[in-house]
């Protein structure tokens, strides 16, 4: 049974409190109507998410007027119309009344049922109910005829009863068409009339920009079979500036010419100046090797972004045993649909050899129709950071539900921030997380007009991510970085998973929406995120222990049998020693020198994913309930820790205050020509997204301490400051010891030449390209 049948989702409420709410609506309902009075019922009472439909009712939020007592009436203009307002029990002036009107398409005008509620100000959630009529022409609208000349938004002057009023003309009115009006001062006999606040108002976005149309049309490739690659067998080739890979037809053989195509789209030009202007025009098909390593490819068989790694002579290294230097995994999250009552998806996430991973490569709308295509996902993975963020987030304008659609209110209790959030998230349709979000948190006047939404991303994260909460702790390797606790279902073992869910759907949002999370997680987590190769030296990164451990039983050769080791470990779990079998009937397999590859597949597969695979499981799939994955291609796992968690604010003259020095710059420090030159570049040189690539290089994160880089933590959890080590050698690049904060520079001979090979060496560090 999936963990999502055990809560029941929707509107909730059975307590004592709600129920009396509707019962002191019920005795508003019955008394002092009369014809012509809407009454105002309570509504969205208590904390949840509420799908806002238009064409329904409109909220609005009013004051409620000084010298205006419990049960008098008041006017206030909403939704187009003047409606009277009933003072409900309990509410004084200066407190703030929620109400609702409805959204006809009548125009101003005409009674109708409204719902509200009220909240009042700093006293928590004070709810009330009033009564609303809508004004109609006998009862004081005005005809007035749009004047000569006169366009929609400009205003004209009319005199009504010897006073003179100034109106503006509306949208869609034309000269010489007779339009109605409310003149408040005269229709009620000088009575004072406020307007409400309309919190159904569209947010201010920029125009959806329309996708290329993709033509259908193929062109025609000739290449050769290079040598060693058999019939069936795959290999990757340049053509028109785009990977792909390439399946050797049946019969065919080495140096024999053989024939494919590819869309047009796929082929067309791409930008390449720096600024991201213009467009190159190809002038001939040219074919080409990549270098050796790594690299994501397109299929021609289904057009699907694979993962492949070629030797330094360009031909597809295929899957064999394991290689500590050369292997590669992938996440691999297989989906089924689970609970249609509540939309929700279930999946399971195994870790398969690299070039197994295979992604879609194009983008579909709500609609189905294809709204990006593997050449304008190909032509945004070569975009710098700001060029893809920017790409990014037009897309996602582009997937979002218009809001004629609908938008989605979601109400919470400030001192139940995070059980009301995860239950209102929760109870959302995958469409539900691509409408616009608007925040309240109960009692409260806040007016979400993007504010409200950024202080509970950020508000909402911190308390998820918070190590006391049990469902993460800090890095053991970097204490600034998070990493998922193995032990949370100990900690919740009823709804340790549904935090998970949350979580990635919060992930996903937040990216969706252009809002930033709190947390920064361990490395590998990103690279889970984005289905990017996972290899063993990112093991060091999240256990340095095992990491060594590992490393020493390769040296060891026939000894390692004297260890007398088999396919298990042992973990302790809140005190208690528990044995876990690495592969099935582990603890009856001895690990020798013949099957060691595999037991060090299985050491590393079990750390990098199988003691949390619940838990990824769940935070990869609310991620991607929002999200589609091809749209996280474009990045690699820096960039996306950057776009999550914003570009970190630096203080420069904290920052060299606290780094010390080693190697050739021992003894001198920053009076060293190459320390100047290098905190001269960081410093003038670098943008905000470069100084954060650099402290991703040496330290493993673009987060700092909140006290400073005084403050800055090892892999041990001591404090090691930035360290900027001298070095005599024939390198080219900076390395970097992130487990020590230090980068190793070389002795460069210029300033430029220090900015070129550090710039590249940031650039790179996440490609997976050797830079030695």
Avoid at 403 to 431: C, T
């Amino acid at each position: 049974m999936s963990f999502f049948s055990k809560i029941k989702f929707g509107k909730k409420s059975n307590s004592q409190s709600d129920s009396s709410q509707r019962r002191s609506a019920n005795s508003v309902n019955s008394s002092n109507s009369r014809p012509g009075v809407a009454t105002v019922t309570e509504t969205h009472s208590g904390p949840g998410a509420y799908s806002v439909e238009q064409g329904g009712v409109g909220v609005f939020r009013v004051e409620v007027p000084a010298n205006v007592r419990t049960g008098e009436e008041f006017q206030v203009y909403a939704g187009g119309r003047l409606v009277r307002v009933r003072c409900p029990s309990g509410m004084v002036p200066g407190q703030i009344l929620q109400i609702s009107v409805p959204l006809d398409n009548a125009g101003p005008g005409g009674g109708g049922r409204g719902r509200g509620r009220g909240g009042g100000r700093g006293r928590g959630d004070a709810s009330g109910r009033g009564r609303g009529r809508g004004q109609s022409p006998e009862d004081g609208a005005v005809m007035v005829t749009i004047p000569p000349n006169t366009r929609p938004g400009e205003r004209f002057s009319i005199s009504l009863q010897g006073q003179q009023l100034n109106v503006k003309c509306p949208e869609g009115a034309r000269p010489g068409m007779t339009v109605r009006i409310f003149p408040p001062d005269i229709m009620n006999n000088g009575e004072n009339v406020q307007n409400a606040t309309d919190l159904n108002r569209p947010p201010q976005l920029p125009p959806r920009r329309r996708p290329n149309p993709v033509p259908p049309d193929t062109q025609m490739f000739e290449v050769i079979v290079p040598p060693g690659v058999r019939a069936g067998a795959p290999f990757a080739l340049m053509a028109a500036g785009t990977r792909v890979l390439v399946t050797c037809p049946p019969n065919a053989y080495p140096g024999q010419k053989i024939r494919f195509a590819l869309p047009l789209a796929l082929t067309r030009g791409k930008k390449t100046s720096e600024a991201g202007k213009g467009t190159s025009e190809i002038g001939k098909v040219r074919l080409s090797y990549d270098k050796d390593g790594w690299t994501r490819t397109i299929r021609v068989t289904d057009m699907k972004f694979q993962w492949v790694r070629m030797d330094d002579k360009g031909d597809v290294k295929l899957s064999g045993r394991f290689d500590a230097k050369t292997s590669a995994y992938v996440r691999k999250l297989v989906t089924v649909e689970g609970d249609k009552r509540n939309d929700i998806v279930e999946g399971v996430c195994s870790l398969v050899p690299a070039s197994e991973a295979v992604v879609d490569s194009n983008i579909r709308g709500m609609d189905g129709q294809e709204l990006v295509s593997y050449a304008d996902i190909a032509e945004a993975q070569m975009m710098d950071f700001e060029g893809k963020a920017q790409w990014f987030q037009d897309t996602c304008q582009n997937l979002l539900v218009g809001w004629d659609e609908g938008h989605m209110r979601i109400n919470i209790r400030r001192e139940y921030l995070l059980s009301d959030s995860m239950v209102a998230i929760m109870s959302l349709g995958r469409k539900d997380l691509r409408k616009t979000w608007r925040f309240e948190f109960i009692g409260e006047e806040g007016i979400d007009a993007g504010g409200l939404a950024r202080e509970w991303f950020q508000l909402v994260t911190d308390e998820i991510f918070d190590p006391e909460l049990g469902l993460w702790q800090s890095s053991s390797v970097n204490q600034m970085c998070m990493q998922i606790s193995p032990t949370s279902g100990v900690v919740h073992p009823d709804d340790h998973l549904m935090y998970f869910r949350f979580l990635g759907r919060v992930m996903g949002k937040a990216l969706f929406d252009r809002q930033l999370v709190s947390g920064h997680m361990v490395r590998h987590l990103y690279k889970h995120l984005l289905g990017w190769p996972l290899q063993f030296d990112d093991l060091e990164l999240v256990d340095e222990a095992v990491y060594n451990s590992l490393l020493q039983i390769q040296t060891m050769g026939a000894d390692i049998e004297h260890l007398c080791l088999d396919f298990t470990l042992t973990e302790e779990v809140m005190g208690e020693k528990i044995d876990v079998e690495l592969v099935e009937g582990g603890r009856d397999v001895d690990v020798s020198q013949d099957n060691l590859p595999e037991y060090l597949e299985a050491r590393f597969k079990y750390r990098m994913l199988g003691r949390i695979q619940p838990q990824l499981t769940e935070l990869l799939l609310g991620f991607y309930d929002v999200l589609q994955e091809p749209l996280m291609t474009i990045f690699d796992y820096q960039e996306l820790e950057l776009l999550m968690c914003g570009l970190p604010e630096i203080e420069m003259e904290d920052w060299k205050m606290h780094t010390e020095y080693s190697g050739e710059f021992d003894g001198i420090g920053a009076g060293h020509q190459v320390v100047r030159w290098f905190w001269e570049v960081v410093g003038e040189v670098f943008n905000q997204e470069l100084k954060a690539r650099l402290l991703q290089f040496v330290t493993g994160t673009s987060g700092v301490p909140s006290r400073g880089f005084s403050v800055l933590q090892g892999n041990d959890g001591n404090i090691r400051k930035f360290t900027i080590h001298g070095v005599k050698s024939n390198r080219v690049f900076p390395q970097a010891h992130t487990c020590f904060n230090r980068i190793d520079l070389p002795l460069y001979t210029s300033k430029e030449t220090l900015a070129d090979k550090v710039r590249l060496a940031l650039q790179m560090a996440a490609t997976g390209f050797d830079i030695e």
